[in-house]
């Protein structure tokens, strides 16, 4: 069945520092890619969503791609700041399907 | 703005116990959607709806009951909750028509501790 797998659990980055988070997806279907973000104490909400192949999204300074020949996606940031600390998901809707699948989630921590 | 209200927040109960978690949508919406949130495992769709009278089985629907009431109220049943259903669970909700149906607008979850 189609599956996202996020496999880094936690990333810790100091204040400018460059995040980049990796996913990867399996369908055999025609998906579109989003990125959600989920502050602490809240629901997670939408942060981006990648439609094309080889095109980017971007919102509140991240950037975010997909490779259709790698079946991977990827979220990035020049420099993150104490106020992107958050839970990042991955995830995947199928063209044909009424459900959206999750990574794991990504818990970025930013050191003052 | 989307508006998914959940309830209760916050909700005890023991193994066996019989538990309803309540979710209420106020900008007719057609998707409803119940997740359930643990660490190492991410978001899990448990089932979901098109519409009232309508209800889709999701990924993790074992031990779990839903029902689509109106199109504004969505529940999640647990007739003999075990200590495995112990999680926070999230109700979301997302527009049925072309770009917009991507988008989830999730609730602030429920808590559920079952001893």
């Known amino acids: 069945g189609d599956s996202v797998i996020q496999m880094q659990g936690q990333v810790t980055l100091s204040e400018n520092d460059f995040l980049f988070i990796n996913c990867t997806y399996s369908?055999?279907?025609?998906?579109?890619l989003f990125w959600y973000v989920q502050y602490s104490g809240e629901g997670p909400q939408l942060l981006l969503q990648?439609?094309?192949?080889?095109n980017k999204g971007s919102s509140r300074g991240f950037e975010a791609t997909y490779d259709k020949g790698t079946t991977s996606f990827h979220l990035q940031k020049t420099s993150v700041q104490e106020i992107d600390s958050a839970v990042y998901y991955c995830?995947?809707?199928?063209?044909?399907?009424?459900?959206?699948?999750f990574g794991q989630g990504t818990k970025l921590s930013i050191k003052p | 703005e989307a508006a998914v209200t959940q309830s209760p927040r916050n909700k005890v109960t023991v193994t066996g116990g019989n538990v309803t978690l309540s979710c209420r949508q106020t900008?007719?919406?057609?998707?409803m959607y119940w997740y359930r949130q643990d660490t190492g495992h991410g978001l899990r769709l448990i089932h979901y709806?098109?519409?009232?009278?309508?209800?889709q089985i999701g990924d993790v629907p074992d031990g779990y009951k839903a029902t689509r009431t109106t199109q504004e109220d969505f529940f999640l049943l647990l007739e003999l909750a075990s200590p495995s259903q112990t999680s926070l669970y999230f109700c979301?909700?997302?527009?049925?028509?072309?770009?917009?149906?991507?988008?989830?607008?999730f609730g602030a979850g429920t808590r559920l501790s079952v001893l």
């Open positions: 979301a909700s997302s527009d049925g028509t072309g770009r917009k149906q991507n988008t989830l607008y």
């Open positions: 369908t055999t279907g025609y998906p579109t």
């Open positions: 995830a995947m809707r199928d063209y044909n399907q009424g459900k959206l699948i």
């Open positions: 900008n007719s919406h057609n998707y």
């Open positions: 990648v439609t094309t192949a080889n």
């Open positions: 709806s098109y519409g009232a009278g309508n209800l």
